[in-house]
């Protein structure tokens, strides 16, 4: 990538050197109102493309697409993006939020668990709200909060310590805070919940703890729990035979990832994670049904209507939590409502998202462990790839060929977009038995080389065909989420700290700018007085960028 203009490098820093979280107050801990704004409707939801002057929900849009309708930064004016203010996370610690903006005003999520509201066009802070958290947390993968959802006046926040609390947006007072799971024994939150008419709909993480996992719907107004459906089936249910013994007690299958919904056939998507003990799966014989699958719910019961597993029997760790894309795409002659994944197994699906029928797959990344997939998408191992206690070599490797980090698509392209790896490693297993609260994962792995000596891009994938149409590298491995727009745009972030944009059709550079730290997050864009911005959040920065004045 280029080096920056010296203009660009003195701008940059002055506003990392002098942006606090409470700019213009006199003083910094003050509390202060936002200023009023129309109540978030279930309608204003579901039509959430109509109004892209503001991102409401964790992707943008309930059908997960991340492609903005705001076309002032375009690709042939890209290149004059200059930085316009920059928050400083006060917790040191990585960030991975998406924040919301409803009517110029934006909601950051702060790690573990805090929120913090402050005026979209400046940075200026409002209101601040700190989860207080116990001192015996039990986590698998770092201290994160990945953003918050909105319904009339309230935001609603997933905690560390797996809770969801009510925040009023107006003045950050708590409304109500409900116990979700025991964090005592290795539950925990990280994800954005989805709206779904008048219930919160969430997730629940853990699943490296002996956890069983389960997707939630709570009453937004009340906070009491509507409905609950467990992501691994109890004993008598249909599926829970593809657990031997009673190993579905502590089979994971966590829900940690945001997933999307169907307003038109009333169906909630979500993805399940990896069964329990991870890489030993000696001690749970069996498909392991709903572990690594996409699931579809009825959006009001919460009934499951059907499922898609993409890994049977996973021994290597490969959590199907990756974000569902919605769309109607042509198909073979005609116009098929699909669910597009690109799944951390390395294989893309395209998938009827009204009946579940497995519609085209195809590898989009490297990988070892399976020949292909069947007729029915279920994949057709190679022999000999299951851990072993010696270790063997299998790509993609634990990280997977990609993760929790958002895809992306674009109406204007027809393209799936992916950040993936190409990467390997090799896996072993150990026997371990099960305590509560305490890591139950049964093996693990070990990378022979470096990173950065495997291959790392963002693609682009035909989703009638799984057919990958361009690639742009990214060295080394990138967690940055992808967001597109109708000025023909990709955005996203790369692990060396750079924000950049693509041509959207062709993967071709068009802008970049070094942010410092490791992207671990997904851009959103939005407008503010007829004026677009983009926004990146980078270590432990919030920074946002519009085109010179």
Request: aromatic letters at 12%; one cysteine or more; a negative charge.
């Amino acid at each position: 990538m280029r080096q920056l203009p010296m203009k660009q490098i003195i701008i940059l820093l002055a506003a990392i050197g002098f942006s606090m979280p409470s700019i213009g107050q006199e003083d910094p801990f003050q509390t202060v109102i936002t200023p009023a704004f129309s109540p978030i409707t279930w309608e204003r939801l579901v039509n959430a493309e109509e109004e892209p002057e503001n991102w409401l929900m964790y992707s943008g849009t309930l059908d997960s697409q991340r492609y903005s309708q705001l076309d002032q930064i375009n690709t042939s004016n890209v290149g004059e993006l200059e930085l316009q203010w920059a928050y400083q996370i006060p917790v040191i610690d990585r960030a991975e939020t998406v924040p919301l903006v409803v009517d110029g005003i934006m909601f950051i999520t702060e790690a573990p668990s805090n929120l913090v509201a402050v005026d979209a066009a400046t940075g200026r802070q409002y209101w601040r709200y700190d989860h207080e958290m116990p001192d015996d947390l039990r986590i698998c993968c770092g201290r994160n909060n990945r953003g918050v959802a909105i319904l009339g006046e309230t935001l609603f926040m997933s905690t560390l310590d797996a809770h969801l609390v009510a925040i009023d947006a107006r003045t950050g007072n708590v409304l109500w805070d409900k116990e979700v799971a025991d964090h005592e024994a290795g539950y925990s939150k990280t994800a954005a919940p989805l709206i779904v008419k008048d219930k919160v709909v969430t997730g629940i993480a853990g699943g490296e703890f002996g956890i069983r996992g389960f997707i939630d719907a709570y009453d937004a107004v009340t906070g009491e729990l509507a409905w609950r459906t467990y992501a691994i089936p109890g004993e008598g249910e249909p599926g829970n035979d593809t657990w031997s013994g009673d190993s579905w007690k502590t089979g994971g299958a966590a829900t940690w990832i945001t997933g999307s919904y169907d307003a038109e056939a009333n169906l909630i998507y979500w993805g399940t994670g990896n069964p329990g003990p991870d890489w030993n799966g000696d001690v749970r014989l069996g498909d392991n049904l709903y572990s690594d699958s996409a699931l579809a719910l009825n959006g009001d019961t919460g009934e499951l209507e059907w499922y898609f597993q993409f890994t049977p029997h996973d021994v290597h760790d490969y959590d199907s939590i990756q974000v569902p894309i919605l769309a109607d795409i042509p198909f073979e002659g005609r116009t098929r409502k699909v669910m597009m994944w690109a799944n951390r197994n390395a294989f893309f699906y395209t998938i009827d998202r009204e009946t579940g029928e497995f519609l085209v797959g195809k590898p989009y990344a490297s990988q070892t462990w399976a020949q292909g997939l069947d007729v029915n998408g279920r994949p057709i191992r190679v022999p000999g790839m299951a851990p072993t206690y010696e270790g063997i070599m299998v790509s993609p490797p634990i990280v997977g060929a990609t993760n929790w980090y958002s895809p992306g698509y674009s109406k204007d392209t027809g393209l799936f977009y992916v950040t993936s790896f190409d990467g390997e490693q090799e896996f072993f297993k150990r026997d371990e038995d099960y305590e509560e609260g305490e890591r139950f994962t049964g093996g693990g792995g070990r990378y022979t080389q470096p990173m950065d000596a495997f291959h790392s891009s963002i693609r682009a994938i035909n989703p009638a065909t799984a057919d990958i149409e361009w690639e742009f590298p990214i060295q080394p491995r990138s967690s940055g989420g992808i967001t597109t727009t109708a000025g023909g745009l990709l955005f996203s972030g790369s692990a060396d700290g750079y924000f950049f944009a693509l041509d959207a059709a062709t993967g071709e550079e068009l802008w970049h700018i070094s942010l410092g730290r490791r992207v671990h997050a997904a851009p959103m864009t939005y407008s503010v007085d007829d004026k677009q911005y983009v926004t990146m959040a980078s270590g432990n920065v919030v920074y946002t960028f519009a085109l010179r004045d």
